[in-house]
């Protein structure tokens, strides 16, 4: 993965599209608003499966990123275990991003 998915993660926040910490990103999933789901790679296990269990029963596609640093940094803020995009534009450029 580029660090290019960051900077568009980074806008995506300031455009006011992106919702940080884990509860807010469930209360996201089960309002149906959320467009794809970033996940730190360290997030404790209790964490991961119960937001990759709420994505697949929401049926809202997620990524694995390396860790809640990098994910923290992407949008300007400390230490963030998940963010969820609630845009659909930014949600596809930044799966385009990812998959590359």
Do not use: H
């Not at 964490?47 to 809640?68: A, E």
């Not at 940094?73 to 995009?85: F, L, M, P």
């Not at 845009?87 to 930044?94: I, S, V, Y």
């Amino acid at each position: 993965m580029k660090s290019s998915w960051k900077s568009l993660l980074g806008l995506a926040n300031r455009a006011g599209k992106c919702v940080s910490g884990e509860e807010l990103v469930v209360k996201e999933i089960r309002q149906q608003r959320a467009k794809m789901i970033l996940l730190a790679e360290d997030a404790s296990a209790n964490t991961r499966k119960k937001l990759i269990d709420k994505c697949t029963y929401y049926q809202v596609p997620y990524y694995i990123v390396p860790d809640r640093i990098e994910l923290g940094n992407a949008i300007g803020k400390e230490q963030r275990v998940t963010v969820a995009v609630i845009d659909n534009g930014f949600a596809k450029k930044l799966k385009k991003l990812i998959d590359q």
